[in-house]
């Protein structure tokens, strides 16, 4: 397990605000996790006693409706840190997260967390930004589940999944999705999502193999109305 202050990952979150020292001290109290994939991270309701960063890997971030099911509310990627709303407002987990795929995470006690956050005004900051920001995507994604259409939305996130995550050597998108978690992701129903990539694959917008989904024509899916 690398140390933090020599970590690329710290350059994708709010850690690049902390200097060298705070940097070490945190290095020396965080715990290295293994999560493969579909292992449950946390659980909604849960009480977090530290944050995660994401070294490597993706999960999704979902919140249980009242019908039950579990609504993809976010993906988040390298980089990324779970956990920080709930200890800034001292709140319970409003959400879940899974391993989509094999992860490899650090995990920060609260307590370092907190006195860098009394401590450090920058990288206070950064935290404040970086919520922020998930706060004006949460808005973004409102509007555009009441104003897109299903096979617009849907043909975002492929372009999302594309550009964010990339593809395997035979083009093939390198994070695999179950077209359960498509629909969610677009808010239709699974049918719905079923129903829309097949017509996409009839059209040659893309191929599929198993769940694997290979993009064949971006530019249609970039002018998807």
């Known amino acids: 397990m690398s140390k933090c202050e020599s970590c690329i990952v710290r ?30 991270i946390f659980e909604e309701g849960e009480t977090l006693n530290g944050v995660y960063c994401v070294k490597d890997g993706v999960c999704k971030l979902t919140k249980l409706s009242e019908n039950g099911k579990d609504q993809v509310v976010k993906l988040v990627v390298k980089g990324g840190l779970l956990g920080k709303r709930s200890l800034v407002t001292e709140q319970k987990t409003n959400l879940s997260a ?61 372009m999302y999944i594309h550009d964010n995550f990339g593809t395997d050597d035979e083009g093939y998108l390198s994070i695999v999705i179950s077209r359960e978690d498509y629909a969610s992701i677009v808010g239709t129903a699974t049918e719905s999502a079923i129903r829309i990539l097949s017509q996409f694959k009839k059209e040659d917008i893309i191929s599929t193999r198993g769940k694997q989904i290979k993009i064949e024509d971006y530019n249609a899916l970039k002018w998807m109305e």
Request: charged share 35%; glycine share 2%; aromatic share 4%.
């Open 11 to 40: 350059e994708f979150n709010s850690l690049k605000s902390l200097s060298r020292e705070e940097l070490m001290r945190v290095s020396a109290c965080k715990t290295g996790k293994i999560f493969r994939k579909g292992q449950v």
């Open 98 to 158: 899974v391993a989509l795929n094999d992860m490899e995470m650090c995990f920060i006690p609260k307590s370092e967390i907190m006195e860098d956050l009394n401590k450090n005004p920058k990288f206070t900051m950064d935290v404040l930004k970086t919520m922020a920001h998930d706060l004006k995507e949460s808005d973004e994604s409102l509007v555009n589940m009441a104003q897109k259409s299903v096979k617009r939305r849907m043909a975002e996130i492929l």
